[in-house]
């Protein structure tokens, strides 16, 4: 099966439809979006350019069996299709974030979160069935600041 995200306004995903491969087949029996596109608007009464293809098993850049990453996600309902870079994006998070066109995936303005300490793994583990973890230690994205913010949810 074939996906194609139908695009709205701006850009923006507006549904995502399955094709038969077979609807999108050229002359010499080769796979070919344009022909896809085609038999989308002759009968969803969409414009052929407004559909365009994405590949289910992509996300983050990365395909999910090793194969080559189409588009760098799956577009999804309210992802915006970038034509310059090819990318289908997600909504931004935070103002702040920018684009990370490798990754296909929004960053913050500072890099990842910090990595827990060891100490801090372990008070998040708990030790056996009848005791639980003494903490919930995670980095949560501060915007105002700008910052990643340690925090303990069992605080």
Do not use: C
């Amino acid at each position: 099966m074939a996906h194609f995200a139908k695009l709205g306004a701006n850009s923006k995903v507006i549904q995502v439809l399955t094709l038969n491969n077979g609807d999108m087949l050229n002359a010499d029996g080769v796979e070919d979006e344009s022909v896809g596109q085609q038999y989308l608007e002759t009968h969803n009464n969409w414009p052929a350019q407004m559909w365009i293809q994405t590949s289910y098993n992509t996300s983050g850049g990365q395909h999910n069996s090793g194969g080559t990453a189409f588009r760098g996600n799956y577009a999804g309902i309210g992802y915006t299709w970038d034509e310059d870079d090819q990318i289908f994006w997600p909504k931004k998070p935070y103002a702040s974030w920018v684009k990370h066109n490798a990754s296909a995936s929004w960053k913050s303005p500072i890099g990842d979160a910090p990595a827990l300490t060891a100490e801090q793994e372990s008070q998040n583990t708990p030790v056996d069935e009848n005791t639980p973890a003494t903490h919930s230690w995670s980095y949560v994205w501060n915007e105002a600041n700008t910052t990643w913010d340690l925090t303990d949810a069992l605080a």
